[in-house]
C-alpha cells in the first residue's frame, strides 16, 4: 500500500527566503507525482505535475524533482513571498490505477 | 470558465439525513473522482469513475453512493448522514492518471 510522507509539516520563513518541501513515498512504482497548493477553505490548485520518467519540472519560481528510486521528491521555491503562504501538498498517481495517494502537507507561513 | 464546480459549496444537516452534491466538470476528461478531506486535512480516495464506469471503490460505507451520468458528471448521494461524516469533499478530473484538477469542496456538517 503506498504511503506518502511530508516533511516538515509546517514551516515558517522570513520573505525572500529560498526553500525546500520535502514529499517521500514507499513504493516507487509511480505514474507522476504532482504538487498542489491549498489556501484555507478552499480547493486545490495544481503548481506541477513530473511524469515517472522526468527528474524536474519547473514554473516561474517552483521547481520539483524526482527521484523515483529512492521514493523521493522535493519543491523548491525560490525568493518566497507572503502569498506564497498556504498548504502544499505532494500526491503520487499509480500505475495500476487511477487514484492519487496524498501526504499530510506541508504548512507554510512567509512573513513579511 | 469554472474547470471543476462543485454545489452546494456549503451544507449543513441534521443526522439521519439524505444529501446529494454534484460535480460537473468542462474539461473533457475522462476519469473523475471523489475525495474525502478529513478535519486534519487529511485527503483520502472515495471513488473513481472512467467513462462513467466505477473503477475505484475504497472501502467507504454503503450509505455513499456515487453516480455519473455522462463523462462530464459524477454526483456523490448520501444517505442516513452521521455525524463522522461531517468533512471538505473535493471532486477531481484528469485524463486518465493525468494532471488532476480538484474543484473547489463541498463543506459538510451534520448537526
Known amino acids: 500500500k503506498q504511503e506518502v510522507t511530508q516533511i516538515p509539516a509546517a514551516l515558517s520563513v522570513p520573505e525572500g527566503e529560498n526553500l525546500v518541501l520535502n514529499c517521500s513515498f514507499t513504493?516507487?512504482?509511480?505514474?507522476?507525482l504532482q504538487w498542489f497548493r491549498q489556501d484555507p477553505g478552499k480547493g486545490l490548485t495544481s503548481l506541477l505535475l513530473i511524469q515517472s520518467s522526468q527528474r524536474e519540472q519547473t514554473s516561474g519560481r517552483l521547481n520539483a524533482s524526482l527521484d523515483k528510486s529512492s521514493g523521493r521528491s522535493t519543491l523548491y521555491i525560490a525568493a518566497s513571498q507572503p502569498g506564497d503562504s498556504a498548504t502544499y501538498l505532494c500526491?503520487?498517481?499509480?500505475?495500476?490505477?487511477?487514484?492519487?495517494?496524498f501526504g499530510e502537507g506541508t504548512q507554510l507561513t512567509v512573513n513579511p | 470558465d469554472t474547470a471543476v464546480s462543485q454545489t452546494p459549496k456549503y451544507l449543513v444537516t441534521q443526522m439521519g439525513n439524505d444529501k446529494s452534491i454534484k460535480c460537473e466538470q468542462n474539461l473533457g476528461h475522462d476519469t473523475m473522482y471523489w475525495y474525502k478531506q478529513d478535519s486534519k486535512k487529511f485527503l483520502k480516495i472515495m471513488f473513481s469513475?472512467?467513462?462513467?464506469?466505477?473503477?475505484i471503490n475504497e472501502t467507504v460505507p454503503n450509505r455513499f453512493s456515487p453516480k455519473s451520468p455522462d463523462k462530464a458528471h459524477l454526483n456523490l448521494h448520501i444517505n442516513s448522514l452521521e455525524l463522522g461524516d461531517s468533512a471538505v469533499y473535493f471532486c477531481?478530473?484528469?485524463?486518465?492518471?493525468?494532471?488532476?484538477?480538484f474543484g473547489q469542496g463541498t463543506r459538510l456538517t451534520v448537526v
Open positions: 513504493d516507487s512504482a509511480i505514474y507522476n
Open positions: 500526491a503520487v498517481s499509480e500505475t495500476s490505477g487511477s487514484r492519487l495517494t
Open positions: 469513475y472512467n467513462n462513467k464506469e466505477l473503477i
Open positions: 477531481a478530473s484528469s485524463r486518465d492518471r493525468g494532471e488532476a484538477f
